[in-house]
């Protein structure tokens, strides 16, 4: 079953940075296609679906977010992710400014896989350290 809830959850990874910059296309060329509902509800269903398999592989693995660092770490990017694509999307802030915070929030999204990838805190600059 680890096999299972642990690809599950790299699919929805995938699919949630896939649909993160999609919808960052579709803004910066104001095309239509992120007016139709179904570009407001896929992210919000593939986001849900992404948390519930990594707390299910944190359960299933017995992880404590408080006690695994590198856990903890990866939980506080991924609010950091959350509030860099509210900025991007939701507010009206200058064309640079959001593509900045959108720039950023992708940089921060490769980072919450490095911390994954390598279940350290430090993420890819373990390999500089």
Not at 88 to 106: E, T
Request: aromatic share 14%.
């Amino acid at each position: 079953m680890f096999l299972e809830v642990r690809l599950a959850h790299i699919i929805f990874a995938a699919g949630s940075i896939g649909l993160f910059v999609l919808r960052g296309a579709f803004t910066v060329l104001a095309a239509r296609p992120l007016k139709q509902r179904i570009w407001k509800i896929l992210p919000h269903i593939v986001d849900t679906l992404l948390l519930a398999m990594g707390v299910w592989l944190a359960v299933m693995l017995r992880l404590n977010p408080f006690h695994v660092t590198w856990l903890g770490v990866k939980i506080l990017c991924v609010i950091g992710y959350i509030v860099l694509g509210v900025l991007a999307f939701r507010l009206q802030r200058p064309r640079w400014l959001r593509f900045s915070v959108f720039a950023a929030a992708i940089l921060l999204f490769a980072f919450i896989v490095s911390i994954a990838l390598f279940q350290d805190p430090r993420g890819i600059f373990v390999l500089v350290a």
